[in-house]
């Protein structure tokens, strides 16, 4: 069974930056968009940030010029390097990917990471 893993998250001062990465546990074949979501308490679920397998990224508004997105299609992985950070992107961060397991699999899946909890402190 693959599975999304997460790294990354934590503790940090407002001002301050992080750097998430995400890849598949397991043999996969492909990868299409790759992305971020986070849940901050009492909240839905929001995109962050979205990258193609061609490399185009897609960000929230909150988080534009702050948050940069890119991947590394050889190893799989995907990053979201966090900078200026304020105490309301405290949240919960997922990783989200489009997946095909095998050449002969039908189509392509969507797959979530098991969450990264990230606080920031004013």
């Known amino acids: 069974q693959v599975q999304l893993v997460e790294s990354g998250g934590g503790l940090v001062q407002a001002g301050g930056s992080l750097r998430l990465a995400c890849t598949p546990s397991g043999s996969i074949f492909s990868i299409l968009d790759m992305g971020w979501y986070r849940q901050a308490p009492g909240k839905q679920r929001e995109l962050v940030a979205v990258?193609?397998?061609?490399?185009?990224?897609n960000y929230a508004d909150s988080v534009k010029g702050r948050f940069t997105i890119s991947r590394d299609n050889a190893k799989k992985t995907v990053y979201l390097q966090m900078n200026s950070l304020t105490p309301e992107d405290t949240a919960v961060y997922y990783c989200?990917?489009?997946?095909?397991?095998?050449?002969?699999?039908?189509?392509?899946?969507?797959?979530w990471g098991q969450g990264s909890q990230v606080t920031v402190s004013s």
């Open positions: 990258i193609t397998s061609g490399g185009s990224t």
């Open positions: 989200n990917a489009d997946i095909k397991l095998t050449v002969v699999s039908g189509t392509y899946r969507e797959y």
